[in-house]
């Protein structure tokens, strides 16, 4: 199955071992956000509480 980033609309594929597959196969759409994004999300998070 075929599912897209939230935040760069990057195209990923999932199994079924994926947590979130039985939500989207229910019709659900959880955010999904790959792992770039992620990484991107936490440095600069750690860089605004250093900021402060």
């Known amino acids: 199955m075929e599912i ?3 935040l760069c609309g990057k195209k990923m594929e999932i199994n079924k ?3 979130n597959f039985d939500a989207i196969r ?4 959880p955010v999904i956000i ?3 994004c ?3 999300a ?11």
């Open 4 to 6: 897209r980033c939230a």
């Open 17 to 19: 071992m994926d947590k």
């Open 26 to 29: 229910r019709g659900e759409k």
């Open 34 to 36: 790959c792992n770039k």
């Open 38 to 40: 992620q990484f991107s």
């Open 42 to 52: 936490v440095y600069e998070a750690k860089k605004q509480i250093e900021k402060v």
